[in-house]
């Protein structure tokens, strides 16, 4: 076994003493060799890394010393995303400083990662949760709030009445609070929001520049949800005694489908809509009323499930349909969000699913008003047997009757605008984004509400405005940070006026640092910018970003809109911030099902002959593949693995299980197997001898040995593949190509020291050993990638597969490039051909020289 435990921490030391990987900004290099390599920053909670952490990491490793030995100036940083939830929460049960729990925690992160040997520039660490970061977050605030793209409202939140506090969704499983259980809420807060549906076109169509998977790409634009329809004002009827003016009884809905609006037989708005209260007559009010309270209590989550029951209550009121004049009776229900669209929607239910159902469940009209055919003396007049979704063609529509439906929805949209009730319009399904948390681990908001000046920002000498000490963590119980209880911190001076002010006490979300944190790499120890523009110019974009694809969506999106407005200041180079996105696949672990397909943790379930057993229930469980928790109790931690192992057995396992994208369960078995392959490589070094004369560059010698052949075929094959972040199929490579070495009696050195130099990506502990060994004088990182010689890649000899109507009946060996008549006459001659062609007629014989002969018979 290679002595794993004195080599690597050995190297760990001489790597930090040695700053091996400090990248610096050489102007000599050109763009085109220089590289921005980044993984997707961790969060530091206190459990650490598990296995699935490194695969990430790994692959961007292999890949930035490969580029390094090829040349390359490489920036390969690595920080942590330190706000959060669970440091605060942790706060509140034990009392002690969030900053205090997240410093030991990148601490125990820092040391596992360094003892994984990753190659970053541990120069340009940084945490989010650090005052010289966070006060550039702060500024990029005021440079959103300077633009016009942060603004206050009242917006719902997730509200625990035990914990009297805001809830993130993550805190919310299903519909209880994670700390005590208690049922949420839905109670309306003021909160901060950033208007990222002002980029909505931008980001979606700057995606298609993007190499990026498709299906991230998709999600996102499936996030941003743009489609084109029209907005219509429908007024509530008045023949009823009034309410207010006629323009406060009027609203507005958004439509894909104008086309329809003769087939509108209900309203139905979102129970938070601002009408819910003015159009609820006296005879409705108890009974909106409990509806309301009612909806309070679910997530939108819940609200919006399309297996659920449907749910709604009548206002007691009517709107008058602006195409046909009729009135339309107006419901409340809670599968209608005020967060999307208008918080209204006009209800179709022949044509519309969610509105069929609805109708159904409360007894409502239905209309057809189009059909598949071309309306000629058929009656539509009766309500439809089923839902119809498709185009057609327009009926029961008026003048429009007969339209097909694109026709009809221009014509409409067009009749509409004429008349002023409606206009065309684009609409996304993104929301602007809810940004301020009612919490104290997070970047205070830069911002003061004055008496006489209203909302004034900080002067930007005064940032970083720093997170005062607390006596407690805990809730104000108001839907207030811990913030607003601090008297001496809140009461201010107003920058503007000098007048009395009240510091805004809402704090950023954990999204906030994790938007531009890839910038900051760039120059972090600047205390005047965020970075200095020439270092951007020099590294960015980020060459290559590898994350999860749990990020797919908000945290991708939300870098993307920030970078958007640096770029639109002038302060960025490019307008995306990353050019090319690889998510590595999730390391699996096993778990134990039940007959309901539930869960049960590894230690509950014992092994009972060749059955699984739950201990407590003595029920048969199966063994199944499972995402790696805590709860589950699966989770491998990689502090064992890299004791009992090493890190570089870990790192090539992780590596060698399949391509990066796919998802692969954790094997020890396998893992074993890399660790012998290791061990292997060590008892070769011990056969290497001394270079002399007799080491000649030849391919072959006389006795027509071919190893020298096979190394130039397997860098060539490692070259590739580590490129192309095709680890697997490289250490394969690596592996056959060893254990060759591993029949010699002696092993000479040029056709070892080309396999240290690629071994040392992988392992590069291992691959730095066994290179001073060889006599290198400096680090293995600092040497030329090894070369091949394509002529020696090609095979002297090859195999020809022979054919016979199609089916394989035999095979023979011949001179690379033989002739074609060559190949036909020997194939032929074969036994196995003259078996299956004997009386029969030849046809004709196909020939793919290198390849194959197909011979076809008849007969």
């Not at 820092?110 to 940084?126: P, V």
């Not at 009242?154 to 700390?179: M, Q, Y």
């Not at 980020?542 to 002038?570: N, P, Q, S």
């Amino acid at each position: 076994m290679y002595p794993f435990k004195t080599i690597e921490p050995k190297w760990q030391k001489y790597w930090e003493e040695h700053k091996t990987f400090r990248a610096s900004e050489d102007p000599s290099i050109p763009r085109e060799k220089r590289r921005y390599v980044l993984d997707m920053f961790p969060y530091p909670s206190a459990q650490g890394l598990h296995v699935g952490h490194p695969e990430g990491y790994t692959a961007t490793d292999i890949y930035c010393r490969y580029l390094r030995m090829n040349g390359y100036n490489v920036l390969h940083p690595m920080g942590f995303d330190s706000f959060g939830l669970p440091a605060e929460n942790y706060a509140i049960k034990m009392g002690i400083h969030p900053a205090k729990t997240t410093a030991d925690n990148i601490d125990s992160f820092r040391a596992q990662i360094k003892s994984l040997g990753f190659s970053y520039d541990w120069d340009r660490e940084l945490a989010t949760s650090d005052e010289d970061y966070y006060k550039w977050t702060q500024w990029i605030f005021l440079k959103l709030f300077e633009k016009g793209l942060a603004y206050e409202a009242e917006s719902p939140i997730n509200w625990c009445p035990s914990c009297k506090t805001g809830l993130a969704n993550e805190e919310v499983v299903d519909g209880l609070c994670e700390r005590c259980k208690t049922r949420v809420v839905r109670r309306r807060i003021r909160q901060w929001i950033l208007k990222i549906t002002a980029y909505a076109e931008r980001l979606l169509e700057d995606l298609d520049g993007l190499d990026w998977p498709e299906p991230v790409k998709l999600m996102q634009r499936n996030w941003i949800g743009r489609s084109r329809g029209a907005n219509v004002v429908f007024t509530v009827d008045t023949s009823d005694p009034p309410r207010g003016d006629a323009e406060e009884l009027s609203f507005e809905i958004y439509t894909t489908r104008p086309d329809t609006l003769f087939g509108v037989t209900y309203m139905v708005l979102a129970p938070e809509h601002p009408l819910v209260e003015k159009i609820t007559t006296t005879e409705q009010k108890a009974a909106v009323a409990a509806y309301l309270e009612a909806a309070a209590k679910k997530s939108d989550l819940e609200r919006t499930d399309l297996a659920k029951e449907k749910t709604g209550v009548f206002s007691g009121a009517c709107a008058v349909n602006p195409v046909n004049g009729r009135r339309i009776p107006i419901w409340i229900a809670d599968y209608v969000l005020i967060s999307y669209g208008t918080g209204a929607i006009m209800a179709v239910p022949a044509h519309d699913e969610r509105d069929w159902d609805f109708a159904r469940a409360f007894n409502l009209p239905i209309v057809q008003v189009v059909s598949s055919d071309r309306p000629g003396s058929a009656d539509y007049s009766a309500e439809p047997a089923e839902c119809t979704v498709a185009d057609g063609y327009a009926v029961n529509s008026g003048e429009f009757t007969g339209l097909a439906t694109q026709d009809a929805i221009r014509e409409i949209t067009a009749w509409l605008e004429k008349k002023g009730v409606g206009r065309q319009a684009v609409n996304y399904k993104l929301r602007d984004w809810i940004f301020s948390r009612q919490r104290y681990w997070g970047e205070p908001i830069p911002l003061v509400h004055c008496e006489s000046c209203g909302i004034v920002p900080l002067n930007e000498k005064d940032l970083p405005l720093r997170l005062p000490e607390v006596r407690s963590y805990a809730p104000t119980g108001t839907g207030e940070s811990p913030l607003a209880n601090i008297d001496e911190w809140v009461n201010t001076t107003c920058p503007k006026c000098g007048g009395r002010a009240r510091r805004e006490t809402n704090t950023m979300p954990q999204w906030a640092g994790s938007c531009w944190y890839y910038l900051r790499y760039l120059d972090p120890r600047n205390g005047n910018a965020f970075a200095d523009r020439d270092k951007i110019d020099y590294w960015a974009p980020v060459d290559l970003y590898v994350g999860g694809v749990e990020h797919a969506v908000l945290h991708l999106l939300y870098a993307r809109f920030w970078h958007k407005v640096l770029y639109d200041f002038g302060l960025v180079n490019t307008k995306e911030p990353f050019r090319r996105l690889v998510n590595q696949g999730m390391i699996t672990s096993f778990a134990y099902q039940r007959g309901d397909k539930t869960l049960v943790p590894t230690d509950q379930v014992e092994k009972q002959g060749n059955r699984f057993v739950e201990k407590a229930t003595g029920e048969e469980v199966s063994e199944v593949i499972a995402k790696m928790s805590k709860s589950l109790k699966n989770i491998i931690n990689p502090d064992d693995i890299v004791r009992d192992y090493g890190a570089d057995s870990l790192r090539v396992y992780e590596m060698f299980m399949g391509p990066l994208e796919v998802s692969k369960p954790w094997s020890t078995a396998g893992l074993v197997g890399v660790s012998r392959f290791l061990d292997r490589i060590w008892t070769i070094a011990g056969k290497v001898r001394p270079a002399d004369q007799s080491d000649s560059p030849a391919v072959e010698d006389d006795s027509g040995d071919q190893l020298p052949r096979l190394l130039h075929k397997t860098v060539k094959k490692v070259s590739g593949d580590t490129a192309g972040l095709n680890f697997n199929t490289a250490i394969s490579a690596m592996m056959i190509y060893s254990n060759e070495l591993a029949k010699l009696a002696e092993v000479p050195v040029p056709l070892w020291a080309p396999l240290v130099k690629m071994l040392s990506c992988y392992a590069p502990h291992l691959g730095e050993e066994l290179w001073e060994r060889l006599g290198g004088g400096e680090s293995v990182s600092n040497e030329a990638w090894p070369v091949y010689d394509e002529k020696y890649c090609m095979d002297s000899e090859v195999t020809i597969v022979v054919q016979v109507n199609g089916k394989i009946r035999d095979k023979f060996t011949a001179p690379a490039g033989a002739e074609k008549d060559e190949l036909e006459k020997t194939a032929l001659s074969l036994p196995g051909t003259q078996k299956w062609t004997a009386g029969k007629t030849v046809v004709k014989v196909i020939s793919v020289p290198g390849k194959l002969v197909n011979i076809v018979v008849s007969g």
